[in-house]
């Protein structure tokens, strides 16, 4: 019942719908900056959590769901695989395992830009922290409780389980 | 500095601990946690609380401090230690991942038992 | 300095990965999965021989230098181990593609394996306290999925208790660590044990020991904290319950290994003492359970805590030869141990059960599954030409040489009800009368759910027969073991 009328508030939506965006652009800038100041990918991805849970508050878990909108199994898998890259790629190159390299690039608007390997491997880990956290939140958000009274196990039946 | 941490340890472990006493299950499930938070704490407190830079470092020449650890001095300033930091962040990644399984575990235990208490969940042999 | 250490590791995290973005297509997570446990057997021999050829071999995340950087560190015991775990993970996969079902195998079972198995190898391959505990957790957290996995009622139950005491044992782990890192400001094995060694009564040192051997315990199910293994390991799926049974609680017992020969050697009247008497206390315990019990899966559960005890006790003894007996022992009993796991598990996809009171007298309609169980089952017992002779022999023969006879005598008690609670299962499941149902499946079947089990029982007999290189080797290892100087100058004098 709380539920329903937060989702009704118009405050919350306001507050919510307005902030989003600076909370996105406020992630990025803190996971790019991760390797020469306090950040990094997975704060990056806590302050995105956060972002998913105020959708879901305030517009439900479908609106939710629009928040990187590809399946949780993709999102932690191609994390997993861009971090795994950078440790298994340098030691194919014979150096020491999640050896990182750095150095500077002139870029035509921007000026010297400092890039590393270490912001491939923090991206990854972003968005496994996305998509560990979407599927804990969605997954506790979007179950209707149902508690069975206690009987044998024999007859919770499957088809009933999916329901639930 | 210390001895208050320590006291906040101790009251943080035992809060825990006692948690982990009850019958109720989601209390339990609570009870882990203070205790992660009780060790989290400890290993921030292991590198000793003092004041210095965040230890992020341009230079090349680092020399770790004086016998009984903590703390880096590059050029006479002085930095905090930053490993005990590294290891609280790993500890707490890995502490919200064992949470959120428990509770998800807990309230699944719940639906298919229909209760919360352990005493009744201690079950017969091989059902 | 090569990457050799780090690759067993990578190959299963890469294997799971992989696994992870294919788990919509089942028969591509199948053949990764044999694919990569066949090439795990082939790196950890190659890593072996390598260790055995140029010494321990050494490498750190990212080339920092040494003691600030993560260590990787594999010695002959690490590497021993490393095969252990990918012979055993290749000959449950074969198994599973048998027996596991198919609702579980689209839920993620495959790469949350897979990353169990990485954690189990990460422990073996670190040298560094802390990383140990990460290898820890990635291997319980995978382990706690796949206790749940399928959902029945008694498995969430005991998962949760599984959960809730590893939860509250990490907690202590990390204790240790931060009383460790307090007083020697590294977390590096071998910096740890060179600062302690330079400082031999710390008894702060003496603590985090005790700690770690409480943690160690809890993980490794010893004397007083035993009691979760029997009811959880019960009711883990058949076809991980192999790897469960011989990997997960050898982890433990290989820390308390590492740390009670690299770290806390300075107080071993106290320590190694305790051991000793903790692990004859685990082994008769663990047998007595076992003796009382009338279900297959049951008595087995049993029989690890009793044989965890065994390996305490070379440890306890504290000589090479005693911890050559452990070394043995455990490669034994992770062969053996799996390989009846196996028998159980095909044992009940003919009779859907279990438990004795159901079904007796296998032996007359599957005379091949009867007699691989009771040859299986001797070895365990320790009955030459197996290999389970040879390893309590080691053991028994420590014992006497350093005047421990209360564990000796302990030992063979235990050794003989072992061979008793084997006997029994025999006797009442595969001897005397045919009855209790039988669900009827072809031959093929049959023998593709018995053959990983031949493929185990070969290679404990292989380790019998070839008793004095296996011996050779185990001695080669507890030598290492005893002398961590070597160790500490692998890892420090680069």
Known sequence: MVRARIEQNPIVRVVVHTSLYGLKLVAIWILLRGHHEPGGGFIAGLLIAAAIAMQGVAFGADAAQAIFPIPPAYLLGSGLLLSFSTVLGPALMGRAFMEHSAGVIGLPLFGDVVWSTAVLFDIGVFLVVVGTMKTVLLTIASDRVQVRPAQGEQDTSDSEREVS | MELLAALLIGLLLGVGTYLLLERNMIRIVLGTMLITYGTNLMLLTSGRLKTGRAPLLGGSDIQTAAEGGGGIVVDGISYVDPVPQALILTAIVIGLATTAFSFVLAYRTVQEYGTDDLLELRGVEHE | ?494
Request: with cysteine; aromatic share 14%.
């Open chain 3, 1 to 494: 300095m090569s990457n050799l250490v780090a690759y067993p590791v990578l190959l299963c995290f890469g294997t799971g990965i992989l696994q992870l973005l294919l788990h919509k297509r089942v028969v591509l997570q199948r053949a990764l999965a044999l694919l990569s446990s066949m090439a795990g057997i082939v790196l950890s021999v190659l890593l072996t021989y390598t260790i055995w050829t140029s010494g321990i071999q050494v490498q750190t995340a990212g080339g920092w230098p040494v003691p600030f950087g993560i260590t990787l560190t594999a010695d002959l015991f690490s590497g021993l181990m490393m095969i252990l775990a990918a012979v055993v993970l290749f000959t449950s996969v074969l198994y599973i593609f048998k027996d596991m079902d198919a609702a579980s195998e689209r839920t993620f079972f495959y790469p949350v394996l897979f990353f169990m198995m990485a954690g189990v190898n990460l422990s073996f391959a670190t040298g560094d306290i802390f990383n140990l505990y990460v290898a820890f957790e990635v291997m319980l957290i995978s382990s706690y999925f796949l206790m749940a996995l399928g959902s029945k009622g008694p498995q969430l139950r005991e998962g949760l208790k599984y959960l809730l005491l590893n939860t509250v044992a990490s907690s202590i782990f990390l204790v240790a660590v931060a009383l460790l890192y307090g007083v020697t400001s590294s977390l590096n094995m071998a910096d740890i044990a060179a600062k302690a060694a330079m400082d031999p009564g710390n008894p702060y040192i003496t603590l985090a020991g005790m700690l770690f051997m409480v943690v160690f315990a809890a993980k490794g199910a010893l004397f007083p904290f035993y009691w979760w293994l029997p009811r959880s390991y019960y009711y883990v799926p058949n076809g991980i319950a192999p790897l469960f049974a011989s990997m997960l609680t050898k982890v433990g017992v290989y820390g308390l290994i590492r740390v009670f020969t690299l770290i806390f050697v300075h107080d071993s009247g106290l320590t190694h003492s305790l051991l000793l008497v903790i692990g004859g206390l685990t082994m008769l315990l663990g047998v007595i359970g076992a003796i009382s019990q009338y279900d297959f899966k049951a008595i087995l559960s049993y029989h690890i805590i009793s044989q965890i005890g065994y390996m305490i006790m070379g440890l306890g003894l504290y000589t090479v030869l005693g911890l050559a007996g452990a070394v043995y022992y455990i490669a034994h009993h992770i062969i053996v141990k799996s390989g009846l796991f196996l028998l159980s598990g095909a044992t009940s996809r003919i009779t859907g059960n279990t438990d004795f009171k159901h079904y007796s007298g296998l032996l007359a309609s599957h005379p091949g599954l009867a007699f691989t169980f009771f040859a299986t089952a001797i070895s365990l017992a320790g009955v030459p030409p197996f290999s389970g002779f040879f390893a309590k022999f080691a053991l028994l023969k420590a014992a006497v040489e350093k005047g421990a006879w209360g564990i000796a005598a302990v030992s063979l008690v235990v050794s003989f009800f072992t061979l008793f609670s084997m006997i029994k299962i025999f006797r009442k499941a595969y001897w005397g009368r045919p009855s209790g149902q039988r669900i009827q499946r072809d031959r093929k079947d049959y023998i593709a759910a018995l053959s990983p089990a031949v493929i185990l029982l070969a290679l404990s007999v292989a380790m019998g027969l070839g008793g004095g290189y296996m011996m050779e080797f185990a001695l080669a290892t507890a030598d290492q073991l005893m002398n961590p100087a070597i160790y500490i100058e692998a890892v420090m004098g680069r």
